[in-house]
């Protein structure tokens, strides 16, 4: 039989902030959550969306037109030529995010009214991470091919235009030596570069790279007494633009783009035209949410699902790719 052991008494004491004559003090917080969180990338922003052709998504892109030549006017003369048009493909990708909500804790939480808006919040916070990975995807996702996948994951745009470059109608990846190199005057010559050529007519229209290097820009404008535009890139976010041959190109910070290394990094950065990269999306560009049965031990669950890819069209001309080591 077992030892019957003394009723033994917990002390609640040390559950009061202060005990005291006409004062028991407890815990209060404030109704607020505290929430710098990063959600949304630039990219993700202001790219295109458009629907999906079907699985995989399709796209013609043309290369050339038909071609014609002089010839004597007295004795004419004429080549058939025909258009060069290439098929592209693109397969689409899903991201899906999870979140279950017990019914004592919500029913608790729902009592003590404290944080009445939490429920709403952690769901909208769960279609936020959804889309913070589907960002961060854009640029760094690592597949490395838009009709074979090899991962889950997207095939970033960067990867997509450091493959697209050096390619036979490819803008050549434009390496800047270490200081006192100029990476401003780089950006300038890659986008007149990109203005004299003659079988393509582009518009880039915005460099992207991580803030840290673009803070090297910073320091070299500042060195030189050089003075940017400002440009509004987003409702409220103005940033500093570079006058160029094709107009004032924004420098557009966008973390997502990743650096190398630790002591000695390695930078990119990247000329786009913003318009001809696209995000083709199945159903609707936002990520849909789904609420499903309830379990055995009644947690209520909702799954949030994003389908599709980004492609980034004319990855070789339309598109210019900036590296440093410093």
């Known amino acids: ?144 091919d838009l009709i074979v996948s090899t991962t889950a994951q997207y095939y970033g745009v960067s990867g997509q235009l450091v493959a697209g ?7 050549p ?30 518009r880039p229209s915005a460099f992207y790279s991580n803030p840290l290097f673009l803070d090297l820009f910073d320091k070299e404008a500042k060195s030189l007494q050089l003075y940017y535009n400002q440009v509004e890139i987003l409702p409220g976010v103005v940033v500093e633009g570079i006058p160029t041959q094709l107009g004032i190109l924004p420098l557009i910070g966008d973390p997502a783009v990743t650096v190398f290394g630790t002591t000695t990094k390695t930078y990119t950065g990247f000329i786009v035209s913003e318009d001809m990269i696209e995000y083709h999306y199945l ?6 949410v789904f609420q499903l049965g309830l379990l055995a031990n009644l947690a209520a669950q909702y799954v949030v699902v994003k389908f599709g890819a980004p492609v980034a069209k004319g990855a070789g001309y339309a598109h210019q790719v900036i590296q440093t080591v410093r």
Not at 187 to 201: N, Q
Not at 283 to 288: E, V
């Open 173 to 202: 990846i434009i390496n800047v030596g270490a200081a006192p190199a100029s990476l401003v005057d780089a950006v300038k010559t890659g986008m007149a570069a990109m203005a004299a050529r003659t079988d393509f007519e582009v």
């Open 283 to 288: 159903t609707d560009p936002l990520p849909r």
């Open 1 to 144: 039989m077992a030892e019957k052991r003394p009723a033994v008494f917990q002390d609640f004491t040390a559950a009061a902030d202060y005990l005291g004559p006409g004062a028991i003090e407890v815990n209060r917080y404030q109704t607020e959550i505290v929430d710098m969180v990063r959600r949304r990338f630039v990219l993700g922003q202001r790219i295109n969306q458009t629907p999906a052709t079907g699985q995989p998504s399709r796209y013609f892109e043309q290369l050339a037109i038909p071609t014609a030549n002089f010839v004597d006017p007295r004795a004419l003369s004429a080549t058939p030529s025909q258009p060069q048009r290439q098929e592209r493909v693109l397969m689409l990708k899903a991201i899906t995010a999870q979140i279950n909500y017990g019914i004592f804790d919500v029913e608790v939480n729902q009592q003590q009214g404290q944080f009445a808006y939490l429920e709403a919040k952690d769901l909208t916070d769960t279609v936020d991470g959804c889309l913070k990975v589907h960002d961060q995807g854009l640029w760094n996702g690592n597949d490395t």
């Open 165 to 171: 470059a050096g390619t036979p109608i490819g803008n």
